[in-house]
């Protein structure tokens, strides 16, 4: 089985810089397509970022230019930057990504959230 893990949320000021982390472990073969997902309290839960094993990168039009999605295949580890933070952007971040276990096909996961707090 493959654990999703998030870490990285914090408070953090009206624009300040936060980093998220999405560590994947178990019996791993390859991450194919991988993204960055965030709900905030009585809202609909939102693609933020994503980007596929070929390393293209989508963004949702409220991040695009501040927030920025990577990978470290080596690592089995993903990112998300988060550059000049609005209140807007406070939210539970989930990453989610589509994994194989061999070379067959992939099964989707879900980590279990990082808090991000974004206040003055």
């Known amino acids: 089985q493959v654990l999703l893990v998030e870490s990285g949320g914090d408070l953090v000021q009206p624009g300040g810089s936060l980093r998220l982390s999405c560590a994947a472990s178990g019996s791993i073969f390859s991450i194919d397509a991988v993204a960055w997902y965030r709900q905030a309290p009585g809202k609909e839960r939102e693609l933020v970022a994503a980007?596929?094993?070929?390393?293209?990168?989508n963004y949702a039009d409220s991040v695009k230019g501040r927030f920025a999605i990577s990978r470290d295949n080596a690592k089995n580890t993903m990112y998300l930057q988060m550059n000049s933070l609005i209140n807007a952007d406070t939210a539970v971040y989930y990453c989610?990504?589509?994994?194989?276990?061999?070379?067959?096909?992939?099964?989707?996961?879900w980590g279990q959230g990082t808090q991000v707090t974004v206040s003055s």
């Open positions: 989610n990504a589509d994994v194989r276990t061999s070379w067959r096909r992939p099964r989707n996961y």
């Open positions: 980007i596929t094993e070929f390393g293209s990168t």
